[in-house]
C-alpha cells in the first residue's frame, strides 16, 4: 500500500461532496422522501454489522446520498460514502432485500480497502502521481486529486479476486443484517434481463456479471442461509447515519 487509509478516505470524502454538490444544483440531490428514507433504513441495519469485519468501521463518518437519474448504479466509498441512483432501484424494481445484496456488496469494498489497493497500484506504475502535494494546494487542486483518486476507487473494474471478496463479505453482511442473501442472485439475473442487447450499463462495467457470477453466488448460500435465519429481521431501530 502506497497511501494511507486516511488519505484515501479523505480524499474520497473530497470527491464524494463534490459529487453532491454537483447534483444539488441539478437539482436532483435526493434528501428526503421514501426512497430515501427506504435507502436509509437499509443502510443502518447493514452499517450496524459493519464491526464483524472490522472495528474501527464503528468510527467511520458514514453518508449516504441519492441522486435522482435514470442510471443503474450504487457505490460505497472508502470511508463509508454510500452513493445509490434512483434508476437501479426503479428499473430493476429491487425488493429492499436485493437492495441491501448491491448495498452490502459496495461497502465490503471499501471494508476491506479495495479502492485503496487500486490507487496503491496505480501509483505504482506512476499512473497517478503527485496525489499528496495537489491535495495540500487549494480547493480546486484537493477536488481535481479527490476525483482522479475516485476514478481509480470507483470507476475502474475491479480484479475477480476482490469481487469474490466483495461477493461473500456482503452475502454476509446482508444475512446478519436480516435481509436474504438469496436476493443478490435475483439482482444478477434482473440485472442481465434489463441490459440484454442493451448498452452495458455503469454498475456492470465495474462489476462482471453472467452465470458464473450467479453460480460463484449460488455457492456462498450454505454458509450465510444459517446467519440469516437467525437474524433479527428489518422491524427495528438501528444507528443512524
Given at each position: 500500500m502506497m497511501i494511507s487509509s486516511?488519505?484515501?478516505?479523505?480524499?474520497?470524502?473530497?470527491?464524494?461532496?463534490?459529487?453532491?454538490?454537483?447534483?444539488?444544483?441539478?437539482?436532483?440531490?435526493?434528501?428526503?422522501?421514501?426512497?430515501?428514507?427506504?435507502?436509509?433504513?437499509?443502510?443502518?441495519?447493514l452499517i450496524t454489522q459493519t464491526g464483524e469485519f472490522r472495528d474501527d468501521t464503528r468510527q467511520w463518518n458514514w453518508q449516504l446520498t441519492l441522486i435522482d437519474a435514470p442510471t443503474l448504479n450504487a457505490s460505497?466509498?472508502?470511508?463509508?460514502?454510500?452513493?445509490?441512483?434512483?434508476?437501479?432501484?426503479?428499473?430493476?424494481?429491487?425488493?429492499?432485500?436485493?437492495?441491501?445484496?448491491?448495498?452490502g456488496h459496495e461497502i465490503a469494498h471499501a471494508i476491506r480497502e479495495h479502492g485503496r489497493e487500486r490507487v496503491s497500484q496505480a501509483m505504482a506504475q506512476s499512473a497517478v502521481a503527485n496525489i499528496a502535494m495537489a491535495a495540500a494546494g487549494g480547493y480546486g487542486s484537493a477536488v481535481s486529486a479527490a476525483n482522479q483518486v475516485a476514478q481509480y476507487v470507483l470507476v475502474l473494474p475491479n480484479s475477480r479476486q476482490n469481487e469474490s471478496e466483495a461477493d461473500a463479505i456482503g452475502l454476509e453482511l446482508a444475512a446478519r443484517a436480516g435481509y436474504n442473501p438469496q436476493a443478490a442472485i435475483s439482482v444478477w439475473k434482473k440485472m442481465i434481463k434489463a441490459t440484454d442487447?442493451?448498452?452495458?450499463?455503469e454498475f456492470l462495467s465495474t462489476h462482471p456479471s453472467?452465470?458464473?457470477?450467479?453460480?460463484?453466488?449460488?455457492?456462498?448460500?450454505?454458509?450465510?442461509?444459517?446467519?440469516?435465519?437467525?437474524?433479527?429481521?428489518?422491524d427495528q431501530v438501528q444507528k443512524k447515519i
Open positions: 486516511s488519505e484515501v478516505d479523505r480524499l474520497s470524502a473530497i470527491s464524494y461532496n463534490d459529487q453532491a454538490q454537483k447534483a444539488k444544483e441539478k437539482n436532483i440531490l435526493v434528501t428526503s422522501g421514501p426512497t430515501y428514507d427506504r435507502l436509509k433504513r437499509i443502510a443502518n441495519r460505497c466509498a472508502p470511508g463509508g460514502k454510500i452513493t445509490f441512483y434512483t434508476g437501479i432501484i426503479e428499473q430493476l424494481n429491487l425488493s429492499d432485500d436485493e437492495i441491501a445484496a448491491i448495498m442487447g442493451k448498452k452495458t450499463p453472467g452465470e458464473t457470477r450467479i453460480e460463484q453466488l449460488t455457492a456462498l448460500m450454505p454458509a450465510v442461509e444459517p446467519l440469516y435465519k437467525v437474524a433479527p429481521k428489518p
